[in-house]
C-alpha cells in the first residue's frame, strides 16, 4: 500500500486525511488556500452549535462526492483547527487546490 502526503493531507489506502484551518461566519463557503500547513476554508455558518461543523462536512462531502457518513471530524470540532477523514473518495486533494487556481486564472 502507497502513503501519499503534502503538508495539509496524508492519503493511506482508500482514507484520506486532511488538516484543515476553518474561518467560519464568512459569506460564503470556499477554499482560500493554504495557511500555516493547512488547507484554509472559509464556512458559511456561524461557529453556534456545531453548525460551521455540519456546513463544513457538508462542503467536503460534495468536494470528494461521497456520502456524508464517509466523512468523519476526527479532531477540533470546538477550534479552528480540524482533522478531517475521508474514507473511499477517487478525488485528490490536490484538486481542491487546483480548482482554486483555476478560479483565480479566470475570474
Same mark, same amino acid.
Given at each position: 500500500m502507497i502513503a501519499?502526503? +503534502?503538508s495539509w493531507y496524508h492519503i493511506d489506502g482508500n482514507r484520506t486525511i486532511l488538516s484543515l484551518h476553518? &474561518?467560519? /461566519?464568512?459569506k460564503r463557503t470556499e477554499?482560500? %488556500?493554504i495557511h500555516d500547513g493547512a488547507l484554509k476554508i472559509r464556512i458559511a455558518a456561524p461557529p453556534v452549535e /456545531? &453548525? +460551521?461543523n455540519a456546513r463544513l462536512l457538508d462542503f467536503l462531502k460534495k468536494a470528494f462526492?461521497?456520502?456524508?457518513?464517509q466523512v468523519i471530524l476526527k479532531q477540533g470540532s470546538g477550534g479552528r483547527r480540524k482533522v478531517v477523514e475521508?474514507? %473511499?473518495s477517487l478525488r485528490a486533494p490536490d484538486d481542491l487546490l487546483?480548482?482554486?487556481t483555476e478560479k483565480l486564472a479566470h475570474p
Open positions: 501519499i502526503s +503534502a476553518i &474561518q467560519p /461566519g464568512a477554499i482560500v %488556500g /456545531g &453548525q +460551521a462526492d461521497v456520502p456524508s457518513s475521508i474514507h %473511499g487546483n480548482s482554486l
